[in-house]
C-alpha cells in the first residue's frame, strides 16, 4: 500500500518526526485520530486527502479478525517505533513513567540528530528550550529532591574546566527547573515573554551563588528573572532579606539623573518604591534557601 500511494519512506518520516520533536519543544503526543501532530507532519509531506485517509488492512490472529486502521497513522507509529529502537526517542510508555504523559520524547542522541538535520550547532542546546528525556530526569530530580535545613550552596571547587555531556545535562535541567518553577517569568518584575518562534524563553535560570563561586546547580541555590534583573542581581544592585523582600542598595540613592531609565520608568530606584516580595515557585519545598540568600547579601549586594 505504501507504494500504490507513493507515501514518504520509514527514513524521512523518521526525520520528519524527530524535527516535528525539536519544534515542540522535545514532545510530541501519541499518533491518535484528530491529534494536530498527524496532520501537521502530513503537511510537511504534502500528502493528498486519499494518502490521508487511505486504511490499512491487516489480520489479528489472535481472534482471527481483520484490524483496520489508517495507513498514515500506522507509517508514523512505526517510523516512531524505530526511532525509539535506536534510542533517539523514548516511546509514550517510558516517558509515561518520568512526567505522567503518554508522549514520545527525544533523548540527547535524538536531539543531536535533530540539530544535525535543522543544520543548527550542538553549542545551541544551552540556550534552546528543548527537553529530552535525560534533561526531564534531571528535572525531577531537583524538583523532588528533600529540602535540607543544612543546605550548603557552595560546592567543591572543581578543577578541570572541560564541559562534559553529563555537565552540560546537569546545567539545562538546572535552567529548565527553576524558570518552569517560576511558571516562566520574572520573579522580580513579573515578565513572561518568548522569542516570535517560541523557541527560547526571556527569562533566564540566576544563580543566587554564581557558578564563579562554585554555586551549586541545585533548584535551592536558582531564581528566574528576566535579562535585565539577572544582571542588577549579579552585580548586587539588588539582594533577598530571608523572608524573600527586596533590598536595594544604598548607591541607588547617588544614581546620576540620566542612569537606569526607560523613559520616565526608573528601573534601580523603583524597586525602593514599596516593599515588596519575589513571586515564589509553586511549592515552598523549592523555594530559594536562606543560605544561598545570605550568602548573597554577604558576598554580592553592594550594602555600602
Not at 518520568?98 to 540539530?115: F, H, I, P, V
Request: glycine content about 4%; charged content about 25%.
Amino acid at each position: 500500500m505504501r507504494d500504490d500511494f507513493k507515501m514518504p519512506s520509514n527514513e524521512e518520516i523518521e526525520d520528519a518526526l524527530l524535527i516535528s520533536l525539536f519544534n515542540h519543544k522535545g514532545t510530541i503526543k501519541e499518533f491518535a485520530s484528530g491529534e494536530e501532530i498527524v496532520n501537521e507532519i502530513a503537511d510537511y509531506f504534502r500528502l493528498n486527502e486519499s494518502q490521508r485517509t487511505a486504511v490499512l488492512e491487516r489480520i489479528y490472529h489472535k481472534e482471527n479478525r481483520i484490524v483496520k486502521s489508517p495507513l498514515w497513522h500506522r507509517l508514523l507509529y512505526r517510523a516512531a517505533n524505530s526511532l525509539y529502537n535506536k534510542q533517539l526517542v523514548s516511546n509514550p510508555s517510558t516517558t509515561y513513567n518520568l512526567t505522567n504523559r503518554k508522549e514520545w520524547m527525544l533523548t540527547e542522541s535524538g536531539y543531536d540528530e535533530a540539530l544535525s538535520l535543522l543544520h543548527i550547532s550542538e553549542e545551541q542546546k544551552e540556550i534552546l528550550p528543548i527537553k529530552s528525556y535525560e534533561v526531564q530526569k534531571v528535572v525531577n530530580k531537583l524538583i523532588e529532591a528533600p529540602r535540607p535545613t543544612n543546605y550548603h550552596p557552595v560546592g567543591e571547587r572543581k578543577v578541570s574546566t572541560t564541559v562534559t555531556k553529563e555537565v552540560s545535562i546537569r546545567k539545562r535541567g538546572f535552567r529548565q527547573a527553576v524558570i518552569e518553577a517560576y511558571n516562566f517569568k520574572c520573579a522580580v518584575c513579573g515578565l513572561k515573554i518568548n522569542s516570535p518562534k517560541r523557541s527560547i524563553w526571556e527569562v533566564e535560570a540566576a544563580h543566587i551563588v554564581p557558578h564563579s563561586s562554585n554555586g551549586k546547580d541545585d533548584i535551592l541555590n536558582g531564581i528566574s528573572l528576566c535579562h535585565l534583573h539577572h544582571w542588577a542581581f549579579d552585580v548586587g544592585w539588588f539582594s533577598l532579606y530571608n523572608d524573600y523582600t527586596i533590598v536595594v542598595s544604598p548607591e541607588a540613592d547617588n544614581l546620576k539623573d540620566e542612569f537606569g531609565k526607560f523613559g520616565d520608568y526608573e528601573f534601580i530606584k523603583s524597586l525602593t518604591q514599596s516593599i515588596s516580595k519575589i513571586s515564589l515557585p509553586f511549592h515552598e519545598n523549592i523555594y530559594p534557601h536562606v543560605n544561598s540568600i545570605e550568602w548573597h547579601r554577604e558576598n554580592i549586594f553592594d550594602k555600602k
